[in-house]
């Protein structure tokens, strides 16, 4: 997927260590700019809301954690006629929740600014079968707080 965002909540208990509880959504809009774009043909659609406890620790500029995830995914594939956008058979969908683990690395390049890597595999689907799956994210971000 192209897009996605991201909230969450850091509790430090030490100067380099810390827990968040974050939420976040993906989908693979592939146009990376907001746009409506004209969609025929056959094309699958994916996305995934999925919420994260994780153990952080700090080193210097970076820093580098592990997690849970519990998310949920709908898939989707189309199939609509080039000339009148009619579609050619019904939808198909499907929809359901997994759990798996997160791990990420952040580089701090300015004050509270950084870019990272997420990786997201997903073991468990639960109520449907069993299948490996994960996402890689690029990640730019900001953090916000009181002080």
């Known amino acids: 997927g192209f897009w996605g965002v991201a909230m969450g909540v850091d509790y ?5 260590s810390y827990f968040t509880l974050s939420g976040s959504g ?3 809009f592939f146009i990376p700019v907001p746009a409506s774009p004209s969609i025929e043909g056959k094309f699958e659609l994916m996305s995934s809301v999925y919420g994260s406890l ?3 620790s700090v080193w210097k ?3 580098w954690g592990y ?3 519990y998310g949920r995914n709908v898939w989707s594939f189309r199939n609509a006629d080039d000339i009148t956008g009619t579609q050619m058979r019904e939808p198909v969908s499907e929809s359901y ?12 390049f300015k004050k509270k600014i950084y870019v990272g890597l997420i990786y997201r595999p997903t ?3 639960i109520q449907a079968s069993n299948q490996y799956e994960h996402l890689i994210s690029m990640t730019i971000g900001k953090r916000i707080n009181k002080n």
Do not use: C, K, P, W
């Open 12 to 16: 430090f208990y030490s100067s380099h």
């Open 26 to 28: 993906n989908m693979d």
């Open 54 to 56: 994780m153990h952080s």
């Open 61 to 63: 500029r970076f820093t």
């Open 67 to 69: 997690g849970v995830t």
């Open 97 to 108: 929740a997994t759990l798996g683990v997160q791990t990420q690395i952040l580089y701090e």
């Open 123 to 125: 073991f468990i689907r």
